[in-house]
Structure formats: structure tokens, C-alpha cells
């Protein structure tokens, strides 16, 4: 028998998911669905049919509005920077900064300013993984009293190029390419690595590309930078230079490169679930701004341009100043209306922060309003919750498709003398706060002819990329060392790789040599360079292993114990208890997702399924199994990969005896993170053991 809801049970009624607020005094919907014009549905289940089996009547009103609204859902994706995930938070000033900037946000101790920040991917479109070799973008929206403020950086702290014009080139040779439409989200293709090795002011960001600092463990563990030199300006008009940095208090952490890899697979969404759990346990990921400011006598002392957005200002040379932080409390609402339709631009800016003449910047003030038109579809965009600012905003701009603001009166033009009428004249300048540009006189090659041209100071291209490389750990060494060849054995034409290592040698020879021999190529001559390549001082501050921000820590980390019917309940309520108190979060994997029978007869709750929960969701492991446990898990793939991958990994390993014929399947051997399932586990489980990797991995190996 026909039903009119075509329902025998009442599943579908009540559900409040799309409402508008309506006006004061009108009446509600009394969660009722309605159409976009607010008429009550009474049927979202069956379309208007002329008879029982009959065609579709065109007057149907509610299913046309219901498709046609979904047709168009999609808005077009991010030309860059596509896959992201955000959240809100505030930004809190430790100090007042009021003797080198005016900027509101950064007057009052103590105050805080609420912030809107994305984290992205670069090359994959919104569609692909969480974690391939990439840049991650780091873009924060201040949103503070006199206005808002844009701070759209990434996890690195130089750039591939120089100048603006480059950009698309760039952007271009590292997307699919352009005939076959593909490889997605990766770099490592013919196209990519031509432009580079065509490129030699690129030689310093590759080096960080190839680094662990593109394939981070965590969102909450990655740092960020503003990249440009910018200026703050204060209330006497006094400039000064300014780089920006993020620094995680939950440490810096990355992962190896076969693990990422992996967990592209095991979770493809892995960064935006962590940092959405995270946040939805109240553990709020924190980092504190800093700043490296500076004045134009040591601009002049340093060895490169502070406008060259390939060069960075070592810490050791200028220490980062922490000038507040920045706590991320609360995952957006839903994902499109914020996290999509959030429209970052370089160009917004706060009076007390202004630009300088990196001529990267200055390409990316024009850009980024520009692709928000293009995106958001209207110039109103900026009247979107997200991009609303939270201070007023007054002004004779009307109209425009997907108006929402309806201003009352005649002024829309200034001046005018309409308040000497008695109606409402409109807002008008603020000379004495509003936004002034720095006349930016003090440098006399800031001014002159038009040129097309670089400047020789942009020309040293290689000393910093040494820098970096020879500050980096052993460890992280052989990793660039090993991305390299990995990404140019996916190169096709011998040319390009040819031409890179040519490169390499100007950045450091043993480097060459180690990726020359990874690749079985013969080492060509170096390229030439524009500039004499130096020896600068070392900047350990550059590393991520064994340097100052890898903590020892469980702290927001995760652990899985693995166990079995029969495994011992003790075991595994102390593992359990003691990881909790570090702050950790264990989790219960065993073969099937309905629990397991302990050895006192007891169930397990679990909380993933072994197969569908390889060890590179976690930090650490510990198994703790029975003998009979242990016998039914070690002819299960599944079980011999976590415990193998949690070695290869370099994670720390805790084993009782039951399970120790599993780890011996796995090819586990004994080492300082291959730990008993006790209290000592909770230490040794916060850290990689970087020493064991020559035993697990081949590497391209240094010079002897
Ligand atoms: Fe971007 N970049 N970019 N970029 N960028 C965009 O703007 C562009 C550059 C960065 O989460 C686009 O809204 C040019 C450097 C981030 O929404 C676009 C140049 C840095 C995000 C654009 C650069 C960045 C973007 C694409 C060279 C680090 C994501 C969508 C002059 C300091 C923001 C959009 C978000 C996004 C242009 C170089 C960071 C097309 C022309 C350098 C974090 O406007």
C-alpha cells in the first residue's frame, strides 16, 4: 500500500538543520522544515506526481528549490591552499608593545583578541589527504577593534620565489600536470622539480620542502611564520622591522616519510580529526606569537636583504621576543560556512602593521581580494559571519550582488550636507586614527626608475640553504638527503636531475654526493652561482630533532595498547592509568571492535579495531597479550604491521612476555625504546629513537 511518507516508522521528522533567525515578533518555524521562503513542507519525503506512478508535476516548488540549492553547493575550491581545517580561538598579549606599535590588539596586557586561524595544505585540491609531503599554510584572522587583521603565513619561514610574478609558474609545475591530471597533492613529478632546478633562489625552501617540517605529525605541533619582513608602527610614526613566528607549546613533532604515507591511507583525514578531537576534549592547542624586530641599521648588517623572501633571520642572531599566545578553543560550527567561505588577504592590516617592499608581498596584497571575488562570487563577501570584522563598518560602499546589509537614508556619497538637513550625513575620515601608510623614505634603493629587474641583493641563493642544511640533526639530514632521492627517482627525464644536483652541490657536496648516490647518477659540476655561497654561522635553533621544541612528552599524544582475549587486566589498567596522568590519551585496539574477555573473565571496551587501526594513528605503542593471545595474533598481518611500523617508525614499544613472540615476528630487536608495559613506559614513550633508524631504513648514507 501506497503511504503518504513513504515511511512505516517516523524517522525523519523534527530536524532543525538549516534555520534562519527569524524576525523579532514573527513567528517560528516550531521546527518545522520550510522552503527558503519559509513555507511550512509537509512532505520532504515523496515529489508532486500527477497519479500514484505518474510524471512529475513542474510546479512542484519544494523539490525544484531543494535541488536547484543543491546544484549549487560547491563554490570553486582555493586555486592554492584548497584542503584545510580551522578553528576558532583568541589571541592574548603578555606584555604592551605600545613603544613600537599602535596596533590595538597589541596596547593592553592581558587583553584578548578573538582569531579565526586555518591550517592548509598547499598543492592537493580540497579532495585530497591530510598528509603529503607539503608547505602547510598558517593563516590566523585577528579579529580586533580596529578591525581585522590577516596574518597568512605558513609552516616555513622563507618561500620558493622571490618576486610575485613567479607565483603562478610555481603553483603550476607543482599541480597535476597539465595533460594527464595528475600526480595529486605531490611534488614529487617532472614539472616540479624542472621549474626548481631551473630555479636557484628556490634552493633554500627546498631544503625545508625535503625536511620533516612538511610532513608534521600534528597540526597542534607545527610552527608558523609570517614569512615577509612587515613593520610595526607606533603612535609617533617610528617603524620597525618585524618577522612573525608561531611557536607550539605542544613541541614540534613530524613523522617519517613511509608513515605519512601510510597514514594517507589509514586516515586521509588525519590532521583535520586530530585537531577536531583535540579541541572537542578540551585540550586546546596553544602557540605563542613572537617577533624578531629590528631596525634599519641591522637590516643593513645582515649578510642578505630582509626584503628576499627566501632568507630568514636566524634566532641566534635576533631571539624571537614571545609577546602573547594564542589558544585555539572551539572547532567551527560547520565546516563550509567558516572554514570554506573564511577569505584571508595579506592586505588587511591594522594601523600599527604595515608592509614593506618584499616584492613577494607586495604581489600577494593584490592577489588574495582578487581569488575572493572569484571564489565567494561577490564583492559583498567580506559580510559573511567569518569575514565580518567585529567592530563597525561604515561606509558609502552599496550594493553588489548578495547585499546584506540594508542602509537607511539618501547618503551614499561624501562629502555631503545632508546632516545640516537633519538626516543622517554618513561616517567620515578619522585623520587622527584611521589607517596611514609609512612613508617607507629611509632606504634610498626603495625609491627611483620603473624597473623590471632583481636586485643584487636577492642574488646570494644558496647560503642559507647551507645554513639550514648543516643546522639540521644527523637524523634529519639523511631525511632531506632521502627525499630528495625519492622525489627525483619520480622524475623521469635524467636532465632535470641532473641539473638539481647541480644545485645541491652549491648547498653542501656530501649532500649532492649521498642523493647522487641514492640515484646512481654520476655528480655533474655545480651550477653556477650569482652570488659567492658562504659559510654562516650554524643555527640550531633550524632543527626540529633533538632541538629545543622536541619535548619528551605524552602530552596530547596518543598510545595504543594492543590486546587480545586472555590478556592480563592489571597490564593494562596500569598502561591505561599511567598514560592518562601524562596527559595522554590511550586507546584500546584489539581484533574485533566489540571487546575482549581479560584473563579474569572480564570484558574490554575497545576502542579501534586492530585492521582498520595500523600503529601510525598513534605515537607509541604497548601490547600486552596472553600466550594463547599472542598465538592467535601473530599469523594476523594486521598485528605483525602494527608492531613492525611502531619500530620502523622509531616509536617507543612496550611488551609484556606474552606478547614477546609477536614483536619477534615483527623483527623487533631490544633497544632503549623497547620498554617493559610499566610506569617507566610513560617516559620512554614520548620521544622517537632516532638512533635506531640506520637499523631500519636505508638511508642515503654520508661521506665517510
Ligand atoms: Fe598565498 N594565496 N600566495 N601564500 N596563501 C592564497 O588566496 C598567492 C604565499 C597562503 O587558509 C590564495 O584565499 C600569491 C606566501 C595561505 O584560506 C591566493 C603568492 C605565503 C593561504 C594566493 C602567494 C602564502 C594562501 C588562494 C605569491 C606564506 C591560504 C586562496 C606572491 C607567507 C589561506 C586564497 C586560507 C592562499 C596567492 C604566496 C600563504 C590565490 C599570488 C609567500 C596560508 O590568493
Known sequence: MATKSGFTTDVGNGGETHQHAPPSGAATSDGHLTTNQGIKVSDNQNQLKSGERGPVLLEDFVLREK????????????????????????????????????????????????????????????GSVDTPRDVRGFAVKFYTQEGNWDLVGNNIPVFFIQDAIKFPDLVHSVKMEADRGFPQAASAHDTFWDFISLMPESTHMIMWAMSDRTIPRSLRTMEGFGVHTFRLVNAAGKSTFVKFHWKPKQGVASTCWDEAVKIAGADPDFH??????????????????????????????????????????????????????????????????????????????????????????????????DTQKSRLGTA?????????????????????????????????????????????????????????????????????????????????HYSQARMFYRSLDVAEQSHVAFALVFELSKVDAPAIRTRMLGNLINVDEDLAARVAGGLNMPLPAANAAAAPV????LSPALKLVRGKRDLHTLKGRAVGILVADGSDPATVQD??????????????????????????????????????????????????????????????????????????????????????PLLMKAGVTPDEGVVAPNKGFVKAAGKRYWDREPGVRKLPRAQS
Open 67 to 126: 535541488i536547484f540549492h543543491f546544484d549549487h553547493e560547491r563554490i570553486p575550491e582555493r586555486i592554492v591552499h584548497a584542503r584545510g581545517t580551522a578553528a576558532h580561538g583568541f589571541f592574548e598579549l603578555y606584555e604592551s608593545l605600545a613603544d613600537i606599535t599602535k596596533a590595538d590588539l597589541f596596547q593592553r596586557a592581558g587583553e584578548r583578541t578573538p582569531l579565526f586561524t586555518r591550517f592548509s595544505t598547499v598543492a592537493g585540491g580540497a
Open 272 to 369: 583535520r580529526r586530530d585537531l577536531f578531537e583535540a579541541i572537542g576534549r578540551g585540550d586546546f592547542p596553544e602557540w605563542e606569537l613572537g617577533i624578531q624586530a629590528f631596525d634599519q641599521a641591522f637590516a643593513d648588517s645582515m649578510p642578505f636583504d630582509v626584503l628576499d623572501p627566501t632568507k630568514l633571520i636566524p634566532e641566534e642572531v635576533l631571539p624571537v621576543r614571545l609577546i602573547g599566545r594564542m589558544v585555539l578553543d572551539r572547532y567551527p560550527d560547520n565546516f563550509f560556512a567558516e572554514t570554506e567561505q573564511v577569505a584571508f588577504c595579506p592586505a588587511n592590516v591594522v594601523p600599527g602593521v604595515d608592509f614593506t617592499n618584499d616584492p613577494l608581498l607586495q604581489g600577494r596584497l593584490f592577489s588574495y581580494l
Open 380 to 460: 559583498n563577501f567580506h559580510q559573511i559571519p567569518i569575514n565580518a570584522p567585529k567592530c563597525p563598518v561604515m561606509n558609502f560602499q552599496r550594493d553588489g550582488q548578495m547585499q546584506m546589509t540594508v542602509p537607511k537614508g539618501r547618503a551614499n556619497y561624501e562629502p555631503n550636507s545632508l546632516s545640516a538637513q537633519g538626516e543622517s550625513g554618513g561616517p567620515r575620515e578619522c585623520p587622527a586614527h584611521g589607517f596611514t601608510t609609512f612613508p617607507s623614505a629611509d632606504a634610498p634603493t626603495e625609491q627611483g626608475d620603473k624597473l623590471r629587474l632583481r636586485p643584487a641583493s636577492f642574488a646570494d
Open 534 to 537: 658562504l659559510d654562516m654561522e
Open 575 to 660: 598502561l591505561h592509568a599511567a598514560v592518562t596522568e601524562a596527559g595522554g590519551r590511550p586507546l584500546i585496539v584489539a581484533p574485533k571492535i566489540g571487546g575482549v574477555t581479560l584473563s579474569d573473565g572480564k570484558m574490554l571496551a575497545v576502542d579501534k579495531q586492530l585492521a582498520g587501526f595500523p600503529s601510525v594513528m598513534v605515537d607509541a605503542i604497548a601490547v600486552v597479550l596472553s600466550d594463547d593471545g599472542c598465538a592467535s595474533l601473530i599469523n594476523d598481518g594486521a598485528a605483525v604491521q602494527f608492531v613492525m611500523d611502531a619500530f620502523g617508525h622509531l616509536k617507543c614499544i612496550a611488551a609484556d612476555d606474552g606478547a614477546q
